[in-house]
């Protein structure tokens, strides 16, 4: 019930001893300070009021205390011009005209923006919500988010500012310069919190859940998700099997999982998957790439059944395009996974930057049209889905190592049933059960583990997004030269590309500088029997290493190579071994001095 006005109006204005301040600020601001502490004196009562209710009630007891306070400033005024007329005094008189007293109070028509506000934090739990990593003080990139009772969004802190406009808005006297005013007192009064971090813990559609203990727990403010998922965790669901009259099929999703590849690891895989898209907390540091050059493969019935389960609202369908634009980034605020069914066919993404952060949750800004920008760290896992290998300008590993690449093989084309896509994997039960077994059923596991054969198709796509890689791999073991200079390595890098490649003159051809460095790269990784000095220094090998017929330069057509691939005489040849001579390039470990 609202608080008798009595009772929050007798706030002190100022300390015992000092002199009070009797201005509109302060008196509203400690009148509303009063009467929100005596709300909690019966709390959920309180609560339980609408807000234009309590913000009319808080009026009330603001309008006594401004009445009270006009009153004092009344008799003070007539207690000096009383002194006035019984004294002559010149010194007297002198004090008592200096003397200032504020002019009175008006009353409030209605509340203020400031006492608005303070009924809504007393109503609602707001907070600003800081989206960035826990050692982030980016406070000013913290928008108001409020968390929701009930209603599909029900145990997470939403940001729509549509939310919180629609609170205020129901105090029917707020003009839109006082929901400003207002939105401005909450995020003064608001404190900042994160995410709610653990691993361990994971919002479903019906509370908590507990992925080590195994438990189902209550929604908690003090526990903050800005998403969460939309199955309901079920301990009773089983995996259905699903008769269809029409064509006589049994199907359940077990068995579904298995027919989708001819891989044996690829069910336990897509398991593991499904429950990274489910457990968002756990930093996975890994993104799957599904790819498949046909049609009609199962990869996007596969994120389909990923969508339904951790819901759609929840899925940010953000390109490996789209990643790299500004303002772009923003479906992120409400997303807990990026699955995206199509990428465009031959990309070339020239900026990563984006793409690396996500996965390894690292910081990033998202600019937001005509709002605050948000310092914002990913929590989820990414499902890119390709007909074809993108280009990347980035060829470090450090991206790469990290991507899943799932190939699907398989083709449905003529006997694929529709069915499954659109009813199957949108029932609950199925949803359920698919919930539950990715929480409780495989045993528990905080990082994704790749079959041989995905890395199988990462090394193929690492060679086909690099080709320095991919004329490493085809050139280098093939050479007859022992050894090769940095210049006479370029020389045949730009000749196989303009035999087999796009062209030596194409952006694909890297640059003298980056091409060095990226041969060095793969040359780190142990897979080649050949070595470069380690100071970028000179290798000290005999005079004949490029003395021997090199077929590559005929058959690349090697122009600037012409004068080296005159033959020696095996003479000559033994002759030169003995003589010592420097270059800077690569040379054949086993040959190495």
Request: proline share 5%; charged share 25%; net charge negative.
């Amino acid at each position: 019930m609202p608080i008798n006005n009595t009772e929050a109006t007798g706030a002190a204005i100022a300390a015992p001893g000092s002199r009070p301040v009797y201005t509109a600020d302060v008196v509203i601001k400690d009148a509303t300070e009063a009467y929100i502490e005596c709300l909690y004196d019966d709390e959920d009562a309180n609560r339980a009021l609408t807000l234009d209710v309590l913000a009319a009630d808080l009026t009330l007891a603001v309008n006594g205390k401004i009445q009270e306070v006009n009153d004092i400033l009344k008799a003070k005024r007539e207690g000096i011009a009383s002194a006035k007329k019984s004294t002559t005094d010149p010194a007297k008189l002198a004090k008592l005209n200096s003397t200032v007293v504020e002019p009175n109070i008006k009353l409030l028509p209605s509340p203020t923006p400031y006492m608005l506000a303070s009924i809504i934090m007393f109503k609602h739990h707001v907070i600003r919500l800081n989206f960035g990593a826990k050692d982030s003080s980016s406070s000013d990139m913290c928008p108001l988010a409020i968390y929701n009772e009930d209603g599909p969004y029900k145990g997470i802190y939403t940001t729509d500012e549509d939310d919180i406009e629609g609170i205020i808005r129901s105090c029917p006297t707020m003009t839109e310069r006082g929901v400003r005013e207002t939105k401005a007192f909450l995020r003064v009064m608001a404190p900042i919190k994160f995410r709610y971090s653990s691993p361990n813990v994971i919002a479903v559609n019906n509370g908590l859940y507990d992925y080590e203990n195994k438990i189902l727990m209550n929604f908690d403010p003090d526990m903050v998700f800005a998403s969460k998922v939309s199955t309901d965790y079920n301990p009773n669901a089983t995996n259905v099997v699903i008769h269809n009259d029409d064509d006589g099929t049994d199907w359940d999703i077990e068995s579904w999982m298995r027919e989708l590849s001819d891989h044996p690891e690829a069910p336990k895989l897509f398991w593991q998957i499904i429950g990274a898209s489910v457990r968002s907390n756990n930093s996975w540091n890994q993104a799957a790439f599904f790819f498949s050059t046909k049609g009609n493969n199962g990869k996007g019935t596969l994120c389909a059944l990923i969508r339904n389960v951790i819901g759609r609202s929840n899925c940010a369908s953000l390109s490996l395009d789209m990643l790299g634009r500004d303002f772009m980034m923003e479906p992120l605020l409400k997303a807990s996974a990026i699955i995206v069914d199509e990428n465009d066919v031959g990309a070339y993404l020239e900026r990563t930057a984006n793409l690396k952060a996500l996965i390894t949750d690292d910081a990033i800004s998202i600019n937001r049209k005509h709002k605050t920008p948000v310092q914002y760290t990913f929590n989820g896992f990414m499902i890119q889905c390709l007909n074809d290998a993108p280009k990347f300008r980035d060829k470090t590993d450090s991206m790469l190592r990290r991507i899943i690449f799932v190939p699907f093989d398989k083709c449905f084309t003529g006997r694929e049933r529709k069915y499954i896509k659109s009813d199957y994997l949108a029932r609950k039960d199925v949803c359920e059960y698919v919930l539950k077994h990715v929480l409780e059923d495989i045993p528990n596991y905080y990082t994704i583990e790749v079959p041989q054969y995905c890395k199988e198709a990462l090394d193929d796509f690492r060679l086909s997004n690099d080709n320095v890689a991919e004329f490493i791999h085809e050139v280098l073991d093939d050479l007859v030269w022992d050894a090769v200079s940095w210049k006479e390595l370029y020389a045949f890098y730009r000749g196989w590309l303009r035999r087999y490649g796009s062209g030596d003159s194409s952006r694909g051809c890297v640059k003298y500088r980056d091409f060095r460095s990226s041969v060095c790269n793969i040359l780190d990784t142990g897979d080649y029997d050949w070595e470069y000095h380690p100071t970028d220094g000179q290798f000290l090998v005999n005079a004949a290493y490029n003395k021997r017929i090199e077929p590559l330069i005929k058959e690349l057509e090697i122009k600037e190579l012409q004068n080296v691939c005159n033959p020696a005489t095996e003479e000559h040849i033994d002759q030169l071994k003995n003589i010592p001579t420097k270059i800077r390039g690569i040379r054949r470990i086993e040959i190495a001095a």
